[in-house]
């Protein structure tokens, strides 16, 4: 009994001792288990005030390229609206041209029947005065003539 008795204590000791090793082991990874808790929670709390802050920089970036979008999509409507005005001047100069061309070659070939007929009158003309240049020479000649045979009889 006395041998029951020891090998009882014995067994109750080494219990005790595992159950107290398994205590030591189990604080430990309490210790262990806080310690990592708090690490993620650090690393949470980072994690978030990093993403809170890119958060913000990705705001602010897509407000900027908004604001450049529309400025661009602006200066494109403005340049759209300049070259609508350019086409619609440089349709009214080619009407205009047009226009010109038309007067130009009416104009031509009215001028040119009327240098033709001028050319035709001047030579008219020219004839008629040769003509008439004619005509005095012989109306002098006759007036030379008549005073001549004037003169015969008085001598």
Not at 63 to 91: H, V
Request: charge should be positive; aromatic fraction near 6%.
């Amino acid at each position: 009994m006395h041998y029951t008795k020891l090998i009882k204590m014995s067994k109750i000791q080494s219990l005790e001792n595992t159950a107290h090793n398994a205590e030591k082991k189990l604080k430990t990874a309490e210790k262990m288990l806080q310690r990592d808790e708090k690490t993620f929670d650090e690393f949470l709390r980072d994690y978030m005030e990093d993403y809170k802050w890119r958060e913000k920089e990705d705001q602010v970036a897509r407000k900027e390229i908004l604001d450049y979008r529309r400025e661009l999509e602006g200066k494109i409507r403005n340049m759209k609206l300049k070259i609508s005005s350019i086409e619609q001047s440089i349709f009214q100069l080619e009407d205009t041209l047009s226009d010109q061309n038309k007067l130009k070659a009416l104009l031509t070939r009215k001028v040119g029947i009327s240098k033709a007929q001028h050319a035709k009158e001047g030579n008219k003309m020219a004839n008629s005065q040769q003509y008439k240049n004619t005509k005095d020479e012989d109306t002098k000649k006759e007036k030379s003539t008549d005073c001549d045979s004037a003169l015969i009889p008085l001598l």
